[in-house]
């Protein structure tokens, strides 16, 4: 082909890309949500207590994002921090066909440099409640998280009905600096922050206000402000760093509607289980004596509670919101009623015919399973966890990077199976404690089916295993089944669910127990599969895995710059 | 030339860089000074209460680089923190040829990332006494510093002798974290740390030991030895962050003979002033009685002082080092006594027939003057410190990269001289307080001679100014006088020293004063020159200038990939 033809194709492409590039434009307004952030460390009171946070906007908690199902939200963060890396994780997002956009420092992009500014620009996928936090070091724990709320299309009714919307978000809270907590997690001896100080609904907490004046209105308990006889739909997200809690509005029944993004079978409870990581919303019908307020209130369950009760305040219009409620609520379930708990759990499961993902049914058969031992170690005297012996470390260049352009071995393959399980006794500390440490990955065949076993153990205190609540990137999976002690797999999976499973982007693993999900990888990317109690995470309690790289797109130069991606540099 | 010619002439260039490639390997185990670091956060008592410093290999101050003049120095850095970047800046030594071995963020690199490994490698050009320190955000008052010592050459004698050698740094510590003090200068209304809690001699002092237990041997009082009737020469290094401090040993006088790396006119001192940025040898003789010890002694000059003496112990052997000396040392001059101040920096001159710089005298006349005014100021209601009415802010791309890849406009000119001068009254606060934010330059012809006048004015406090003691990157100046009010561009440059001005890299700005310096652009790259109180330097103190661009060789890729240096990746 001579010159003048190869112009007249130059020209022709040029004229497409315009088009197409103009009607982006057209439809930007309608579609798009766009935010801009400058995210930066401020002095704030969660509990009545001066401390930091890192917060958005000079917001903590920070905005909340809202979008309607097919509208592509956009926002821009600016790191104004002064030595700080961020990076946000859009927490239950599946990030189809954006996996830079997942926000997981060295697993999707580098971290954010001071002064720069990255853009997230992703798809609202699915309704549900939904959140984002910081997921680099410790910042989640630092403040850094907010709502996202993605809304219905027009079009398209949901399951239930209600009259109007409220929306929590909540967390636990130490006066400990995360620099502090970090340090202590990487220090031999090993040193423990304890548990939290408050637990924090919206952000407000208060501490020792007995004692001391809280009248910072920073820590003014959060108002629900309801009228009498109207339902509403509140969504709960709980971005605790460490703490399962329960979550109850004294007098008041609530049903559960919705987890992780996923609709539900209705239920009926009086308090709430809701694990770091997880969502529901339950409709609440202000159907109480409309004269006065109630308390809302959150506790610790799982561990030994050292920490009161978080309260907010169910506002009854037009009582001032500043009412006191005139008692005081009930107590939650006692915190190591794990029955209660594993019940609850095992509750929750698909709402008739709803119980699809993608228009697909729970696969009856599985491709590959993994089986994941969670135990706690030791590596070089350091505490650490693993997974089948591994303690996770990130890698200095980003997985996604790596994959896509080939710089690294990070592809080195993860332990499928713990060796040796059938002997492993899960009731006793690990007969060898020390564990390695590294950069591995799982490669999924892209659409396969993939079952995934979470084995729970006794830690490094003999008598003790702990909760863990995994979330997964990237997708949704099915919880098949929930059981105590050594999984069996010859007899074990014969009691899966696959009738109507639950989806969810969180499960928990229960002490001394396993737990089994199934998830189709059909997400091109590199997705981070972790622990989410934050602390857990920073001690390796995570693993990584990657489907399709070949079908992900060209990254935004933004999402690189560090480790081997420098390997085009001058 | 044809493709045969071609061919021949490349094998030539292989050959020859291999041949000189060879040579460099051989000669590299002799003339190589190499360390390794790992640079993370660790719970340290530098005063005997516990807080964290950022630690070198675990230790606190980080350990001493040595090396003898000639050889090159290479220090690998690994950055082990969680989510910050680091960089460090070796003070005092010219860079000459490696302006990217600066280790200052955002000036001539990016910073290390979490996880990366930065290698500096530079020449030790010059004998003297040096120190390093980190160069983003406050990271050296959060305790990321150590000595650097140069040696002179074996066939190279010194001016002076002496017997031993001793070494110390000295600074000032705070217990709230540098997170908070940061967020305090950063904050509406504006936070202030205050004065520090301890002063530190080589990272150790005592708070309220009379209250407290301060058995913990991290902050037992460090302990110089001597024999009785030796002379050593004693290097002293101020890295502190705002304090500017006096030093004396009780009974014994101190004879000044290298200040900054190099040498002075030996002068015999009881108490000897030093500035943050500041080094000095004295000379100590051993001449008093040994059956005892002897207290070494630090006070806080020029602001009011709230922080107890540090202490150090001279310890005449065999003595134990745990002796406490019988009497209290004497006290330093008053805080305010700013005129014992200025004759103290006056009386420190070149050192006769030593007043060399690279072997070239003083040059008499300069081809540029540029007028510096300090002055504090509010941007925005924040308060920031301007020159000329510009306070620095760093740009997210290092003005090192920018400039030799011409990759954004970081050279817009900085304001040559303060608009309006002869009316600025600076004994006042500005009449209007507001100034400008942003990244600027100015840009010096290479190997011109260049005259900087700072000048001195009150701040937004009635009645005040205050002390800066500028440091300059990459070159030694020559000091030419203080003086007292404002500048007069006519009388003043009369009584200018060019008889015998000392060579430095750091000089005092005197409240309300003026001070001139002049200097040789002769050092192809990008320095900053800024006051060395951290606070003052991160609330826009500083200037940064370039020369010679054009002779800066190909930087490392791992100086790069932030900011608009990402603009080769794919």
Redesign the interface.
């Known amino acids: 082909m001579g010159w003048k033809e190869n112009r007249y194709l130059r020209l022709l492409v040029v004229m497409v890309v315009a088009t197409m590039q103009a009607c982006v434009t057209q439809s930007k307004s309608t579609m798009e949500k766009h935010y801009r952030w400058q995210i930066?460390?401020?002095?704030w009171s969660p509990d009545c207590v001066e401390r930091?946070v890192i917060a958005i906007n000079g917001q903590f908690p920070g905005p909340t994002v809202r979008a309607r199902v097919g509208e592509t939200i956009v926002v821009e963060v600016e790191n104004l921090m002064?030595?700080?890396?961020?990076v946000i994780h859009w927490h239950g997002i599946h990030q189809i066909g954006t996996p830079w956009a997942d926000g997981t420092a060295?697993i999707t992009q580098?971290?954010i440099?001071?002064?720069?500014t990255y853009v997230y620009k992703f798809l609202a996928e699915k309704p549900g409640t939904y959140f984002y936090h910081g997921h680099?070091?410790?910042?989640r724990t630092a403040g850094l998280y907010g709502s996202l709320i993605v809304e219905s299309g027009e079009d398209e009714a949901e399951p239930f009905e209600y009259d109007g919307e409220l929306s929590i978000i909540i967390s636990d809270w130490w006066h400990k600096?995360v620099?502090?907590q970090?340090?202590?997690l990487?220090?031999i001896p090993f040193?423990w922050v304890g548990e939290p100080q408050s637990l924090l609904i919206q952000g407000r907490g208060r501490y020792n206000c007995s004692r001391r004046d809280c009248k910072n209105p920073q820590c003014a308990p959060h108002v629900l402000s309801v009228e009498a006889g109207k339902t509403y739909r509140l969504r709960i997200a709980s971005v605790a760093s460490l703490s399962s809690l329960n979550f109850l509005i004294q007098g008041h029944l609530m049903t559960i509607v919705e987890a992780d993004g996923n609709y539900v079978e209705p239920i009926q409870v009086q308090k709430l289980d809701i694990y770091s990581g997880e969502t529901y919303s339950v409709l609440l019908t202000a159907d109480q004596d409309p004269s006065r307020n109630y308390w809302a209130a959150l506790n610790v369950r799982g561990r030994p509670p050292k920490t009161p009760t978080g309260l907010a305040i169910l506002n009854y219009l037009p009582n001032p919101s500043t009412s006191v409620p005139p008692s005081v609520p009930l107590p939650s379930p006692s915190w190591n009623d794990f029955a209660y708990s594993k019940d609850f759990s095992r509750n929750i499961v698909a709402r008739r015919g709803q119980h699809s993902y993608q228009d697909n049914s729970v696969p009856l058969k599985t491709d590959r399973s993994i089986f994941l031992l969670n135990t706690q170690n030791l590596v070089e005297g350091y505490i650490k966890w693993a997974i089948n012996n591994v303690s996770q470390a990130?890698?200095?260049t980003p997985y996604l990077a790596s994959l896509k352009?080939r710089l690294n071995d990070v592809s080195r393959p993860a332990p499928e199976n713990y060796q040796g399980i059938k002997e492993y006794d899960i009731t006793k500390p690990p007969p060898n404690p020390n564990a390695t440490i590294g950069t591995v990955m799982y490669n999924f065949v892209l659409n396969s089916t993939v079952d995934l076993i979470l084995q729970n153990a006794n830690t490094l205190i003999p008598g003790n295993s702990e909760i863990h609540p995994w979330h997964m990137h990237g997708h949704s999976f099915w919880i098949l089944g929930y059981g105590d002690g050594l999984f069996d797999a010859d007899k074990d999976p014969l009691s899966y669910n696959l009738r109507n499973p639950p989806l969810r982007n969180t499960v928990t693993l229960f002490p001394f127990g396993w737990t089994a999900i199934r998830l189709k990888a059909d997400n091109p990317g590199v997705w981070a599969f972790h622990c989410h109690l934050e602390a857990h995470l920073?001690m390796g309690m995570g693993i990584v895995f990657s489907e399709g790289i070949e079908h992900v797109g060209?990254?935004p130069?933004?999402a690189?710059?560090?480790?081997s991606?420098?390997?085009?540099?001058?």
């Open positions: 930066n460390y401020q002095f930091m002064p030595t700080e890396g961020v060295y580098c971290a440099n001071p002064g720069e680099h070091g410790m910042q600096s620099y502090e970090m340090t202590g990487s220090s040193r990130l890698p200095s352009y920073q060209s990254l130069r933004s690189m710059g560090c480790g991606t420098r390997k085009w540099l001058p």
